[in-house]
């Protein structure tokens, strides 16, 4: 069932319309995203090739004739609104607006902090959106922020605190949650679990949706020495709401998960045998910064239109 | 307790993941020891591109301080950052704009940024900066901001 609906600024009527919550757990797993189109005032889940929605290329993104979905950093908008004026007249247009989160830490080993729980539901229902996404990471710890996405132990202790805190956080948010793996420069030393039973068993026992980054499976790949082609295959890709697709730069015997450089071929060349072994629903592209001129930019989004086979959006 | 797939809820060792998580972001960002097991190489890497990905975080807020910096802006900033948590962008920049007036290096239009962020806001190096409500002037390297109900004007530019 999938609806637009004008006027998604109202509100919704709060976690009992949540299609996931503490108990969804393995009975949701799976499915839990096709919950999303149920949400009163909710726009459709996330479909075709989308883009990352950034202050700066606002005006670029506004002016793609058939964009039906974007990103949003959620910890830029404010609860209350309104959204910023580029943002808004995309609501207005229907596409649907997926916020972001960054900061919620949520591979913490303390729980989760629920006033940014709050805010990330609070802006969920600001733009209407049909689900939310978040990380398998931790970015602070003893009080001191990281400023950016840490990997965790893949150990069984890790996968019980995310566990924990994805189900804190689903028993506030308005729709399903939406979690992506990071790319990690270094590992910790007492992994347990391979990175797609760390990743499974998260997803079974929370019922969350995958948000699956093909540049970091490339990245990670490419750091650890291993195949990700192997990865791929053991990814439970029937579970992917969506996927990020993101540029990146070789720097010191290291591939770095950048978002400030040209897709790479090998990236886009994933994207295909993503594509091959199972279609996810949509591709975004995340670019946050050293914005290229328009043409280049709008050549990256029908390169990954051309590989996933969507139709093209500019 | 645990869930209905068996799995311990995070109870009992979740004091040791706290502290090892903790230990690490000392590692990453407060010039803390490199904690047992891990790669030295592949922490450092990480260590060097959240300095990096910080530094452009900070020119956002700080885009004249950057820009006046040029391209030393990003040995400047991670020589400073290095070792020092992020109390967030708006404040890293604010701490490095004033040690670089203390050594005399803080270059014109960074000047011209510090005056009008200083006669805005009143900041103490401690806490969040506050918005001012009475009327201010902000010097600095010859630079004079003014602020009046809220908006601010550069009513001289800095010294060239």
């Given at each position: 069932?999938?609806?637009?609906?004008?006027g998604?600024?109202?509100?919704?009527?709060g976690?009992?319309?949540?299609?996931t919550g503490?108990?969804a757990g393995?009975a949701?797993?799976g499915?839990?995203?096709a919950?999303a189109?149920?949400?009163?005032?909710?726009?459709?889940?996330?479909?075709?090739?989308g883009?990352?929605w950034?202050?700066?290329?606002g005006?670029?993104?506004a002016?793609l004739?058939?964009?039906?979905?974007?990103?949003?950093?959620?910890?830029?908008?404010a609860p209350?609104?309104?959204p910023?004026?580029?943002?808004?007249?995309?609501v207005?247009r229907g596409?649907t607006?997926v916020?972001?989160?960054?900061?919620l830490?949520l591979g913490?080993?303390e729980?989760?902090?629920?006033?940014?729980?709050?805010?990330?539901?609070?802006?969920?229902?600001?733009?209407?959106?049909?689900?939310?996404?978040?990380?398998?990471?931790f970015?602070?710890?003893?009080?001191?922020?990281a400023?950016?996405l840490?990997?965790?132990?893949?150990s069984?202790e890790?996968?019980?605190?995310?566990?924990a805190?994805?189900?804190?956080?689903q028993a506030?948010?308005?729709?399903?949650?939406?979690?992506?793996?990071?790319a990690?420069?270094?590992?910790?030393?007492?992994?347990e679990?391979?990175?797609?039973?760390f990743?499974?068993?998260?997803l079974?026992?929370?019922?969350a949706?995958l948000?699956?980054?093909i540049a970091?499976?490339?990245?990670n790949?490419?750091n650890r020495?291993?195949?990700?082609l192997a990865?791929?295959d053991?990814?439970?890709?029937?579970?992917?709401?969506y996927?990020?697709?993101?540029g990146?730069?070789?720097?010191?015997?290291?591939y770095?998960d950048t978002?400030?450089?040209?897709?790479?071929p090998?990236?886009l060349?994933?994207?295909?045998?993503?594509?091959a072994?199972?279609r996810?629903?949509?591709?975004?592209l995340?670019?946050?910064?050293?914005w290229?001129?328009?043409?280049?930019?709008?050549?990256e989004l029908?390169?990954?239109?051309?590989a996933?086979?969507?139709?093209v959006?500019? | 307790?645990?869930?209905?797939?068996?799995?311990?809820?995070?109870?009992?060792?979740?004091?040791?993941?706290?502290?090892?998580?903790?230990?690490?972001?000392?590692?990453?960002?407060?010039g803390?020891?490199?904690p047992p097991?891990?790669?030295?190489?592949?922490?450092?890497?990480?260590?060097?591109?959240?300095l990096r990905?910080?530094?452009g975080d900070v020119?956002r807020?700080?885009p004249?301080?950057?820009?006046g910096?040029?391209?030393?802006?990003?040995?400047?900033?991670?020589?400073?950052?290095?070792g020092?948590?992020?109390?967030?962008?708006?404040?890293?920049?604010?701490?490095l704009?004033r040690?670089?007036?203390?050594?005399?290096?803080?270059?014109?239009?960074?000047a011209?940024?510090?005056?009008?962020?200083?006669?805005?806001?009143?900041y103490?190096?401690?806490?969040?900066?506050?918005?001012?409500?009475?009327p201010?002037?902000?010097?600095?390297?010859?630079?004079?901001?003014?602020?009046?109900?809220?908006?601010?004007?550069l009513?001289?530019?800095?010294?060239?």
């Open positions: 069932m999938r609806r637009r609906v004008r998604r600024m109202r509100r919704m009527t976690p009992g319309t949540a299609t503490p108990d393995a949701g797993a499915r839990a995203g919950g189109g149920e949400v009163a005032g909710a726009s459709p889940g996330p479909a075709g090739v883009i990352g950034r202050p700066e290329i005006g670029f993104v002016d004739p058939g964009l039906r979905f974007v990103e949003v950093v959620a910890e830029t908008l209350h609104g309104p910023p004026a580029g943002l808004a007249e995309l207005e596409v607006v916020p972001h989160g960054v900061k830490s913490g080993a729980p989760v902090d629920p006033a940014r729980v709050s805010h990330l539901a609070r802006v969920a229902e600001l733009v209407g959106a049909p689900l939310v996404s978040e990380h398998i990471a970015v602070r710890a003893g009080g001191v922020e400023g950016h840490l990997p965790l132990p893949r069984r890790a996968v019980a605190a995310v566990v805190n994805v189900r804190r956080a506030e948010l308005p729709v399903p949650l939406a979690l992506e793996p990071i990690a420069l270094f590992d910790w030393p007492d992994d679990l391979d990175e797609a039973d990743l499974t068993e998260i079974d026992a929370t019922g949706t948000l699956l980054d970091n499976v490339h990245a790949a490419r020495g291993t195949d990700p990865l791929l053991r990814l439970p890709l029937g579970r992917v709401a996927v990020h697709v993101a990146g730069a070789e720097q010191g015997g290291f770095h978002h400030t450089h040209p897709v790479p090998v990236v060349d994933l994207v295909g045998e993503l594509c072994r199972h996810p629903p949509a591709l975004l995340e670019r946050d910064g050293h290229p001129p328009a043409p280049e930019l709008r050549a029908d390169a990954i239109a051309a996933s086979g969507y139709p959006v500019t | 307790m645990s869930d209905d797939r068996g799995h311990p809820a995070p109870s009992g060792r979740s004091g040791e993941l706290a502290a090892r998580q903790a230990e690490l972001v000392a590692t990453l960002v407060a803390g020891p490199l097991g891990f790669a030295p190489g592949p922490v450092d890497a990480a260590r060097r591109a959240l990905k910080r530094a020119a807020h700080w004249l301080l950057a820009a910096l040029g391209a030393a802006w990003p040995a400047t900033f991670t020589g400073w950052a290095a020092r948590p992020t109390n967030g962008s708006l404040r890293d920049g604010w701490d704009a040690e670089l007036r203390e050594r005399g290096e803080l270059p014109p239009l960074g011209e940024e510090l005056a009008c962020r200083e006669a805005a806001s009143r103490d190096g401690a806490g969040a900066p506050r918005r001012r409500r009475l201010a002037l902000a010097r600095t390297g010859g630079a004079v901001a003014v602020q009046l109900a809220g908006r601010v004007r009513l001289r530019p800095a010294r060239r």
